[in-house]
């Protein structure tokens, strides 16, 4: 049943509605996938939580001739895109995405996760990127706590990438480190 004009708040239809008694439905953008091997492009993927404090994960991507070398390979962290509102890093569009990029351009990705809008409005994606790219920094010294990181990727070759909204994540957390030698 359709919900009626009285019931919703707020149409952003596509994407979302909000509805008068706090419900929040997105109506695109939903379905997410597993990590995993993917066997079209022999790239392994994991879930690594990055902030306790919110839960939040990142997915990590390697390509599957990475366990057989010694080569350390350049890293990206990716930023999804689609308005601060809809997907997350574990829709099926950033995995097959990610998968293809890191299997034909030979790196590691990480793909961050944020918390969305409405739910939790600006600045908290941004600040969810900012911990996220800490989180990754750490792994500098190869001293960090995902070993995927520390042993497959080359902190001299680091690159933020995004699509939209994703975009905006690649400047908008660096200028806490204007103020910082945390990155």
């Known amino acids: 049943m359709e919900p009626t004009a009285s019931e919703i708040r707020i149409d952003f239809a596509p994407m979302l509605r909000v509805y008068q008694d706090g419900r929040i439905e997105r109506l695109l953008g939903t379905q997410t996938v597993p990590p995993g091997l993917d066997p079209k492009t022999n790239v392994e993927s994991k879930d690594v939580v990055y902030s306790q404090e919110t839960a939040q994960c ?79 920094a750490s792994h500098y010294d190869g001293n960090g706590p995902e070993q995927w990181l520390n042993r497959y990727a080359d902190f001299e070759n680091v690159y933020l990438s995004g699509d939209s909204a994703g975009a905006k994540h690649t400047t908008s957390p660096l200028k806490p480190a204007r103020r910082s030698s945390t990155v």
């Open 58 to 136: 990142v997915r990590i991507y390697v390509p599957g001739t990475v366990f057989t070398s010694a080569q350390k390979l350049p890293l990206l962290v990716y930023f999804h895109g689609r308005g601060f509102c809809i997907e997350t890093a574990f829709s099926p569009t950033y995995r097959n995405y990610l998968n293809a990029l890191v299997s034909e351009a030979k790196i590691v990705a990480v793909s961050v996760d944020y918390r969305r809008a409405p739910e939790h409005p600006i600045p908290a994606a941004y600040d969810d990127s900012w911990t996220a790219l800490k989180w990754v």
